[in-house]
């Protein structure tokens, strides 16, 4: 699934390509995929100009202007969840599973989605330049104290915490498993049994992660691939997550993983070990 580091990079990407050219055609196989329709979203893009790409948590927005003599702006969110994939390369194939395709004259985006569950949404006429009402502020854009306030409101375990978007937007299952082995910290750790210290260097770690995922353009674990088509850099340096048993660089121990909330978390028991303060 892609997180906070994956569609940066597709934003960064799609940012250099497209900002500054017209949106000359709208097609899909698979109508549903748009909301509130596809024949709102067409109207609301086609022959206008993209002004901006940006990303707020895994959203991507898309801002078009409005139309030279008239109309106002409109925006898209995308969502890719699950499996959603946006491709722009010249010689691309599309096979069954590409569902979309906007046109800026030669330049194509693709969309293919091999579970469906992504979606492509018009925001209201006049809304906020924001995400969903339920999904918090940015990882990489909220400070420490505004996030500790929103996590201390919680008594869960730290992993579950970390993947919830209500409190901080943009982390998934990769990096915050990343995160509480950098910061040495058990998944099932709850805030209350940490000192400030300790939530201030989980912190640092995910800010640190994020930042490092985002240089070397994503991990690729079966479908992430950035906008032209190319795998993510960070696999190599994932130092848990899909390393169950494999030994902790750190330390030797096998990484253990156990199933929390329906999703695996991957830590080393030793390096991470479950320690509670009185
Ligand atoms: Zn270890």
Redesign the pocket.
């Given at each position: 699934m892609p997180e906070l580091p994956e569609v940066e990079t597709i934003a960064r990407g799609l940012h250099d390509l497209l900002v500054g050219k017209r949106c000359t055609g709208l097609h899909a196989g698979w109508k549903k995929l748009f909301e509130p329709s596809f024949a709102a979203v067409n109207r609301a893009v086609v022959g206008r100009l993209l002004t901006d790409v940006t990303r707020h948590g895994k959203y991507l927005f898309l801002e078009f202007g409005g139309f030279d003599d008239a109309g106002k702006p409109s925006r898209l969110m995308l969502h890719l969840r699950m499996t959603g994939q946006i491709f722009t390369i010249a010689d691309f194939q599309p096979d069954k599973h590409v569902h979309a395709r906007f046109s800026f004259g030669e330049q194509n985006i693709w969309w293919r989605d091999i579970r469906k569950f992504g979606r492509i949404a018009l925001l209201k006429e006049g809304a906020k330049a924001d995400p969903p009402a339920n999904i918090g502020p940015d990882m990489l854009k909220i400070g420490f104290t505004e996030w500790l306030r929103r996590l201390s409101q919680r008594q869960a375990p730290l992993k579950n915490l970390l993947l919830n978007q209500q409190i901080a937007s943009g982390i998934g299952n990769i990096y915050a498993d990343e995160a509480l082995y950098r910061a040495g910290i058990h998944p099932l750790t709850t805030p209350f049994s940490l000192q400030a210290e300790e939530l201030k260097r989980l912190f640092q770690s995910i800010r640190h992660i994020l930042r490092l995922a985002i240089r070397y353009q994503g991990t690729t674990f079966s479908d992430f691939v950035d906008f032209s088509g190319r795998p993510g850099n960070f696999r190599r340096r994932l130092q848990v997550y899909g390393r169950t048993n494999e030994a902790?660089y750190?330390?030797?121990?096998p990484i253990s993983r156990l199933k929390l909330a329906g999703r695996s978390a991957h830590f080393?028991p030793?390096?991470q070990s479950e320690t509670t303060h009185p």
């Open positions: 902790c750190r330390c030797g121990t080393c030793v390096c």
